[in-house]
């Protein structure tokens, strides 16, 4: 595969673990605590790591990033010492009034992921209980209006996720956003969180089945304070490899390489449903096909490792059937 002959890694840095919406997608209940990452933990992560122009650091996790003042600095200290780095920040929305979207613009933010459920306040306030329909909608189309007034780099993308009650729903979703000027989208298929959340999960096939994680493969997720987890689905934080604080990377490395050579797999792998644990290579690779041919034909700008893809829905979503 494409992806693992360049080297692509993908670091999921909690900036917080703090929200103040509550969707009901989340198992936030199951959080032993919450807290901001200080600068002095995000230091050591970025002194640690040399990254690469393949890698993305995503400020994403169970807490709501822009609580963190410090996030502008943080993706500011990336971009200033990698800057072919892919930065990208996924958020509620709610919180991006004012400076605070443009701060993180100004400070060279490549992709903000905007997480928007429900096209009319009801279904959208159902599922993102604390956040205001026409709040976020404005917040929104103000960051749009912002990046095409200065022609910023950054990409606004909306995620949202397909369950039974809007299977059938994603043409219309994404017509609303494009009137809107936004063309980039990251469907996510509902699972149950490695047995966390009760719903009626679209994937009920659980466990690795013999199949290397391809989430813990590319993914290396550290929480608000410094410890290295399997993944993002480790939400009771019981399976750390260690933390940047007290260890080194490479040791840290060293037992997620013998983790994947032995298969020595956490024990929550066995009650995971997320279908990206068996496609995330696949939609990866199809990202870097279609930068290529965009490279070869000069039709978009590139940034980092991908190329900005209007009307496409982002590659690391889970756009194709598990078996």
């Given at each position: 595969m494409l992806s693992k002959l360049l080297g692509v890694r993908i670091f999921d840095v909690e900036a917080s673990s703090r929200c103040d919406v509550h969707c009901r997608f989340c198992p936030r209940e199951h959080l032993p605590e919450t807290g901001l990452m200080t600068q002095e933990t995000f230091d050591r992560f970025l002194d640690a790591v040399p990254l690469r122009p393949t890698d993305t650091v995503s400020f994403v996790g169970m807490g709501e990033p822009t609580l963190n003042p410090l996030l502008p600095e943080f993706v500011r200290r990336i971009k200033a010492r990698y800057p072919k780095t892919l930065t990208w920040i996924t958020s509620n929305g709610a919180h991006l009034a004012g400076d605070k979207a443009r701060r993180l613009i100004e400070a060279g933010l490549d992709i903000l992921d905007i997480s928007f459920n429900g096209?009319?306040?009801?279904?959208?306030?159902?599922?993102?209980?604390g956040a205001r329909f026409e709040t976020t909608l404005a917040n929104v189309d103000r960051i749009v209006a912002l990046i095409e007034r200065t022609g910023a780099a950054t990409q606004v993308q909306i995620n949202y996720v397909i369950g039974p009650d809007n299977a059938?729903?994603?043409?219309n979703i994404e017509r609303f956003w494009r009137a809107r000027g936004i063309r980039r989208f990251r469907p996510q298929k509902l699972h149950d969180r490695a047995g966390l959340l009760r719903t009626a999960a679209v994937s009920s096939t659980r466990g690795l089945n013999g199949k290397p994680c391809q989430l813990f493969e590319v993914i290396t997720f550290v929480s608000w304070r410094g410890d290295v987890l399997p993944c993002c689905h480790d939400v009771p934080r019981a399976c750390a490899l260690g933390n940047v604080n007290r260890h080194a990377w490479s040791e840290i490395a060293a037992r997620k390489r013998a983790i994947r050579r032995k298969h020595a797999w956490p024990a929550l792998c066995k009650s995971c449903s997320d279908p990206l644990r068996?496609?995330?290579r696949r939609q990866i690779d199809r990202a870097f096909r279609k930068e290529m041919l965009d490279r070869l034909t000069h039709r978009l700008p590139t940034f980092g490792g991908l190329s900005a893809q209007p009307e496409e829905t982002f590659p690391f979503s889970p756009a194709e059937p598990v078996d």
């Open positions: 096209l009319e306040a009801e279904s959208y306030e159902a599922n993102m209980r059938g729903d994603a043409e068996f496609v995330l």
